[in-house]
C-alpha cells in the first residue's frame, strides 16, 4: 500500500489530511512509501470489509493511517493550533513590516532617481535645460554663431552672397538691393525668432502643454498607478494570512486543524467507549490477563524444572562418581569399556614398571583374545595438575608406553587444569589426548572416543592379510572423521555459550555430531570385529 502526501488544505476529510508540520520535514525523504500490511484487529477489518475491495478501501485504510500517525503525534504534542496562530500572526507581522519596508525602499529610490533627474531646483534635466535655454547658454550660442551677430555663420553666407560685395548685389542697383536685403533681412530674423521661442516653449515648465510638462506628468501618474498596485497586493497577502476572515487561508488551515484536534481528541478519549484509546485499552487488558496467566504458567514449569534440576544434583552428589580422584574416575571409565568389550583394565599407579622405580603409568588395558589385536597393551594416564601442557604430556606418555611396555598411549587431561587452548580430542602418532571433567557428562564423549581411537590403533599396528586393507583405510577415515567431528564438537560447544540466539541450531549441530562421532565408533567396532574374524579364520585355517 502506498501513500502520496498531498497538500490541499481543504480535503482533510476526503482523503488523507495536510500536516503543517511536514513542511520542515526531510527534503530526503521517499516521495511515496509502499507497505504491506496484515491485519488482524477485529473492530479495524470489520470498518475495512465496509468498503469496497480495491481503491475505495486502501483509500480508507490511508485515511485511518493518517489520522492514526496525526493523533500519535498530537500525543506527543507536535500539533497546536495555538502555537501555529501565534507564529502566523508573527509571520504576517514580519511580512507587512518586509513589504512596507520594501515599498518605501522602493518609492524612495523612485523618488531619488526621478529627483535626481527632474527635480526643479537641482535635477540634472533641468540643469541641463537651463545651461541649453538660459541667456548666453549653449542653445543662444549655438544660434548667435549661426545666425546672431554680424560675424555669425548665416551672416557670413548671406554676406557672401547678399552683401555690398556679392555678385547679386553687384548685378543689382544700390537702392533696391538696399530694399531687399532689408525685407529679407527681417523675414529670416522674424522667423529664428518664432523658431527659438516654439523651441524654448517645449522645454518649459511653464506651459502645461510643453512637451516637458507632458512628460513629467506622465511619469508622475505611472508612478501613481505603481504604488496602488503595490498597495493592493500586500492587502490581498495580508487579507489571505487574517484570522478576521473566514474565508483567508490561515483561517481555513486554522478550522482544519481545530476539526482534525477535534476528532483525535475524540478517539484519544477514555469517556468515549467507541473511541479508538478505548478500544486500545480493553485489547490491552484482555492481551495482559492472556500474559499474565502463560507468565504463571511458565514460571510453575520453570519452578518444576529447577526442582527437577536440583533433585539430579543431589543424586549425582550421593553417587560413586562424585569425589573421586580423578585418576581413579579415569580408571572406572576404562575399566566399564574393558568389561563391556571382554578385555582387562588394571590399575597400575602404585606399582613399578619395566623401568626401575618408575610408576608411570596409570592404567594398563589389555585387549582380549577375542579382540581384533589380541593381547595389545594400552597404557593411560590421567593428569589433573596446572601448568601440565601438551609438550610434557607427550614426555609422560612415551615414558608410560616404554614402562609398561604399551604399543599406543593415551593421555587424560583434567579440564580443570588442562590448557585452554588444548583441543578436546587430538591424535599424535599412536597416542592419543583427550580433554575430560569428571563430574559433566557431557564430556564423557570425548574419553569414549578417545578409548575407542586407541583401541583401533591397536589394531592397525597388529599384523592382518592383505585382504584386510580396505578395511584398515576404513579405520584410517573413521579416525580422521572422529578427529574432525570431535574439534567441530568443540567449537560448537564454545558456540553454545556465547551465542544464546542460535541455541537450537547449535543445540541440532551438536546432536548431529554426537550422532556422528558414535557413528563412526560404531565403524570402528564393527571393522575391529571383523578384523578379528578374519584373523581368526586365518589361525584356524592351517
Known amino acids: 500500500m502506498s501513500h502520496e502526501p498531498t497538500t490541499d488544505l481543504e480535503s482533510l476529510n476526503a482523503g488523507p489530511p495536510s500536516d503543517p508540520v511536514e513542511a520542515a520535514a526531510d527534503p530526503l525523504l521517499p516521495y511515496s512509501l509502499q507497505l504491506e500490511l496484515v491485519v488482524k484487529d477485529e473492530d479495524t477489518i470489520a470498518e475495512l470489509v465496509k468498503h469496497p475491495e480495491g481503491a475505495a478501501r486502501e483509500q480508507f485504510a490511508l485515511r485511518a493511517l493518517r489520522i492514526g500517525v496525526l493523533a500519535l503525534r498530537q500525543a506527543r504534542g507536535e500539533i497546536d493550533a495555538e502555537r ?28 531619488g532617481v526621478l529627483k535626481e533627474y527632474f ?16 541667456q548666453d547658454g549653449e542653445l543662444e ?38 530694399g531687399i536685403l532689408a525685407s529679407l533681412q527681417k523675414l529670416v530674423e522674424d522667423k529664428l525668432a518664432e523658431q527659438r521661442d516654439h523651441v524654448l516653449k517645449q522645454f518649459s515648465l511653464d506651459h502645461k502643454e510643453s512637451a516637458l510638462s507632458r512628460f513629467i506628468g506622465e ?9 496602488e498596485d503595490l498597495h493592493g497586493k500586500i492587502d490581498d497577502v495580508v487579507k489571505e494570512f487574517s484570522l478576521d476572515d473566514d474565508t483567508s487561508a490561515l483561517s481555513r488551515l486554522v478550522q482544519n486543524v481545530e476539526r482534525a484536534q477535534k476528532t483525535i481528541t475524540r478517539e484519544f478519549s477514555l469517556d468515549e467507549e467507541a473511541s479508538a484509546l478505548s478500544r486500545l485499552r480493553s485489547e490491552l487488558t484482555k ?89 595389545a597393551r ?73 578409548m575407542t581411537l586407541v583401541k583401533a590403533l591397536c589394531v592397525r599396528r597388529g599384523k592382518a592379510s592383505s585382504a584386510a586393507q580396505a578395511d584398515f583405510e576404513a579405520i584410517d577415515r573413521a579416525i580422521l572423521e572422529i578427529e574432525k567431528r570431535i574439534g567441530k564438537l568443540e567449537d560448537i560447544e564454545k558456540w553454545a555459550e ?33 578384523l578379528r574374524a578374519v584373523q581368526g579364520a586365518g589361525d584356524a585355517a592351517p
Open 219 to 227: 511619469l508622475t501618474e505611472r508612478q501613481g498607478k505603481l504604488s
Open 141 to 178: 550660442a549655438v544660434l548667435k554663431r549661426h545666425i546672431g551677430t554680424d560675424d555669425s555663420e548665416l551672416a557670413k553666407t548671406l554676406a557672401a552672397h547678399f552683401g555690398d560685395t556679392s555678385p547679386l548685389m553687384k548685378m543689382l542697383s544700390p537702392d533696391q538691393s538696399q
Open 119 to 134: 527635480d526643479p531646483q537641482s535635477g540634472r534635466f533641468q540643469e541641463r535645460v537651463e545651461r541649453l535655454v538660459k
Open 287 to 375: 492481551l495482559l490477563k492472556t500474559q499474565e496467566e502463560e507468565a504463571r504458567k511458565f514460571q510453575q514449569e520453570v519452578l518444576g524444572a529447577l526442582r527437577e534440576m536440583k533433585a539430579r544434583r543431589a543424586e549425582s552428589d550421593r553417587s560413586t562418581r562424585h569425589g573421586l580422584v580423578f585418576e581413579q574416575a579415569v580408571y572406572e571409565m576404562v575399566e566399564a569399556e574393558a568389561q563391556g568389550a571382554g578385555d582387562i583394565a588394571t590399575a597400575t599407579g602404585n606399582t613399578t614398571g619395566k623401568i626401575r622405580n618408575c610408576k608411570v603409568g596409570d592404567v594398563v588395558w589389555e585387549l582380549g583374545p577375542e579382540s581384533a589385536a589380541p593381547e
Open 498 to 530: 556465547t551465542i544464546l540466539k542460535n541455541a537450537e541450531k547449535i543445540l541440532k549441530e551438536v546432536c548431529n555430531t554426537k550422532k556422528a562421532v558414535e557413528k563412526q565408533v560404531d565403524v570402528l567396532r564393527e571393522k575391529t570385529g571383523d
Open 84 to 111: 501555529v496562530r501565534r507564529e502566523s500572526e508573527r509571520l504576517l507581522d514580519a511580512l507587512q513590516s518586509t513589504l512596507q519596508h520594501h515599498a518605501g525602499q522602493i518609492n524612495q529610490c523612485v523618488t
Open 378 to 450: 594400552i597404557v593411560v594416564e590421567a593428569k589433573e595438575k596446572k601448568d601440565y601442557d601438551l609438550r610434557r604430556a607427550r614426555e609422560e606418555i612415551e615414558t608410560a608406553r616404554k614402562n609398561r611396555g604399551a604399543q599406543v598411549g593415551l593421555f587424560v587431561f583434567s579440564r580443570k587444569t588442562a590448557p585452554e587452548t588444548l583441543e578436546p580430542l587430538r591424535r599424535i602418532g599412536d597416542d592419543v589426548y583427550v580433554v575430560w571433567d569428571s563430574e559433566d557428562a557431557s564430556s564423557d564423549l570425548y574419553l569414549r572416543a578417545g
